[in-house]
């Protein structure tokens, strides 16, 4: 079996919501495969194996989930005339990654007009009156439509406030081999604390969590409970949920 090609992913998007990747898979130069996943190396690794062409991850953006998927949705639409079978299309891995970057621009421009319009959309709205009190009846069309956009209005503000936190040098972006490392499987730990400069010690002096238990948890032998994640964590000077 042929070895596979690892691409590198390009972080978009809130840094502190669940995380995906859109991701593009090349077989020969005419088949593209644009898809969403958590772990896009073990989606490729998985497709080589029942695969006779080799395969290559020629692109991969991450993301949080929500707005990973509908880029996915936008991509494909854009596409949809070159589909061959599911997510599989007949176009180069350019045509497939320009797509992509359409469809990133697309929810972008959502984005946008959800603030200009401040979330709220016309529709229909119907009022009946039961045991004297009022209630407001509205297609179920135009509710899922609010409620999309009170999501993606939701999702504006979370990026915005990641933003304003990240020009204010209160939180920082994950560097783009820390994904890599981690979607490869690598312990968070080891990942942050090499990120950092720190050894194993610098990083026990500093935590006050025993080189021993540093040493277990990067190896996967231990976990490590709650309490001695937040102190790693304070030392690393990341957020729990990224060692979690």
Not at 228 to 240: E, I, N, W
């Amino acid at each position: 079996m042929a070895d596979v090609d690892l691409a590198q992913p390009e972080v978009l998007g809130n840094p502190l919501s669940p995380r995906a990747c859109v991701y593009v898979i090349s077989a020969g130069t005419e088949a593209v495969k644009v898809g969403l996943a958590r772990d896009p190396m073990g989606r490729l690794r998985a497709l080589q194996t029942g695969h006779y062409h080799r395969l290559t991850l020629s692109h991969v953006i991450e993301c949080d989930e929500r707005e990973a998927a509908a880029i996915e949705r936008a991509a494909h639409a854009v596409l949809k005339h070159k589909r061959l079978a599911g997510e599989w299309f007949a176009v180069k891995a350019e045509e497939a990654q320009a797509a992509i970057e359409q469809a990133v621009a697309y929810i972008c421009a959502r984005k946008s007009q959800a603030i200009r319009e401040g979330g709220i959309i016309q529709c229909s709205i119907e009022k009946i009156t039961r045991k004297g009190k009022e209630f407001a009846v509205i297609p179920f069309d135009d509710l899922q439509k609010l409620m999309e956009d009170a999501e993606m209005l939701a999702d504006v503000k979370a990026y915005d406030a990641a933003k304003g936190r990240l020009e204010r040098g209160e939180d920082e972006l994950i560097p783009l081999e820390i994904s890599e490392r981690r979607l490869a499987g690598e312990s968070t730990v080891k990942v942050w604390r090499e990120h950092r400069g720190l050894t194993q010690e610098d990083l026990a002096k500093a935590s006050a969590v025993s080189r021993s238990m540093i040493a277990a948890i990067e190896a996967g032998h231990k976990k490590g409970g709650i309490g001695t994640l937040k102190k790693l964590a304070g030392a690393l000077k990341v957020d729990l949920e990224n060692l979690a």
